[in-house]
């Protein structure tokens, strides 16, 4: 018998589990819920994007009904041959008027969008400005659009000038940052950005995953949210967080969209969503539009949870958003509370490298407008006891 080829994998993953870093996928036993079932326990559920509670939202899962009933489970095809429906053209004409754009297009996840956009419109003889803590997906974008990748240290805009001031006047660039950074959940330096962009002459990029049905007028975004309408090139948004189902769009001028028809890689040759998701996504916008106290409500949990860790005394870094870190340090002590905190019925899961830096693993909490205070004091509660036993508080 040959020798196993992929061996070399089990000495990684073993070497992942001496260094208690290994993970365990948590199996979620039915709804997406601020109080779920993970692994056939009953927890609190602090590590969903679900944002507004809409992945169970009663006028979402009929509009997916009816669309089926309608339309079939699938679209059959991609978008540049036969998978272009009438509805996704109505989610993406709704989508624009939401983000005050010209056009949008929708991508089958944010990852693809944003790796798909970046890498559709720039060349190796071009240079993009980006912060070090981006998104894996810009950052994917990037190195498959063979541009050179000038990086700047998280939220220094002084940095990102200074890059800017040593590139010729007639390279094109593009300036890019999350809205929201996943990781730490504060907000990306869009005003000085906008600011730069303009004196350089650079395309500017805002990735607004987290942004997008949280922050803004009706949850339209940072670029709401600062006022930043008409100066931010290219917006990208994913429908799979506070919206609830599944996707990502790019929000820009005609051109750029139109270019993204005949360029962008996972529009081209991936196959578009089932017209359920698209119906699905529709039903989230109106909610927005109708429905904005639920994004009062997250904002209350958020002020309540995060006032509350910090109270305790855990550090929680810089972050202005729903998205709370528990810093906690070394990768094994990160896992260690996230797991101590499931056996007490509290689900935040540990982060560690490489996804975040070596010394800066923790768990990472997100408030949804659907908990309640109980629910969210019970959690408290238990980052108290925890945060105690492993000598972070
Ligand atoms: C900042 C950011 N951008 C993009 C994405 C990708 O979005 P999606 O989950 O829709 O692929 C994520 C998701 O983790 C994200 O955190």
Not at 287 to 313: H, M, S, Y
């Amino acid at each position: 018998m040959r020798a196993n080829p992929l061996a070399f994998l089990d000495t990684e993953l073993n070497a992942l589990k001496e260094q208690g870093l290994y993970r365990h996928l948590r199996v979620l036993d039915d709804q997406q819920a601020a109080k779920a079932h993970f692994d056939g326990k009953t927890v609190v559920n602090l590590s969903s994007n679900n944002y507004l509670g809409l992945t169970t939202h009663p006028k979402l899962e009929a509009a997916a009904l009816k669309a089926i009933k309608e339309f079939g489970v699938g679209s059959g095809s991609v978008r540049t041959i036969a998978g272009t429906m009438a509805i996704h053209l109505e989610l993406e004409r709704r989508l624009a008027v939401f983000k005050k754009t010209e056009a949008v297009v929708v991508f089958q996840s944010g990852f693809a969008a944003n790796a798909g956009t970046v890498s559709a419109f720039l060349t190796k003889d071009d240079v993009i400005i980006s912060d070090e803590l981006n998104h894996a997906s810009i950052i994917d974008g990037c190195r498959l659009s063979k541009a050179a990748i000038k990086v700047f240290p998280h939220k220094d805009a002084r940095a990102a000038r200074s890059i800017l001031q040593g590139l010729p006047a007639s390279q094109r660039k593009l300036l890019i940052t999350d809205g929201v950074f996943s990781m730490d959940g504060d907000v990306g330096a869009l005003p000085e950005l906008c600011a730069i962009a303009e004196e350089f002459g650079c395309i500017m990029m805002v990735d607004d995953a987290h942004a997008s049905g949280v922050f803004g007028k009706n949850g339209r975004g940072t670029v709401d949210h600062f006022g930043l309408h008409g100066r931010v090139d290219i917006q990208v948004g994913t429908l799979s967080k506070a919206i609830g189902a599944l996707g990502g769009y790019v929000a820009s001028s005609k051109s750029l969209i139109e270019f993204l028809y005949h360029r962008a890689r996972p529009f081209l040759f991936s196959t578009s969503h089932p017209p359920s998701v698209t119906a699905t996504c529709i039903a989230a916008l109106d909610i927005l539009e109708q429905e904005p106290e639920i994004i009062d409500r997250l904002w209350d949990n958020t002020r309540f949870f995060k006032a509350g860790l910090q109270k305790l005394g855990f550090n929680t870094g810089m972050s202005e958003s729903p998205i709370t870190p528990v810093i906690a340090g070394e990768g094994s002590r990160a896992m260690k509370l996230s797991d101590r905190l499931f056996q007490e019925g509290v689900f935040a899961q540990g982060i560690a490298f490489p996804t975040v830096a070596r010394d800066k693993a923790r768990v990472r909490t997100i408030v949804t407008a659907t908990h309640t205070k109980d629910e969210l004091q019970f959690a408290l509660d238990k980052f108290d006891k925890v945060g105690k036993e492993l000598g972070l508080i």
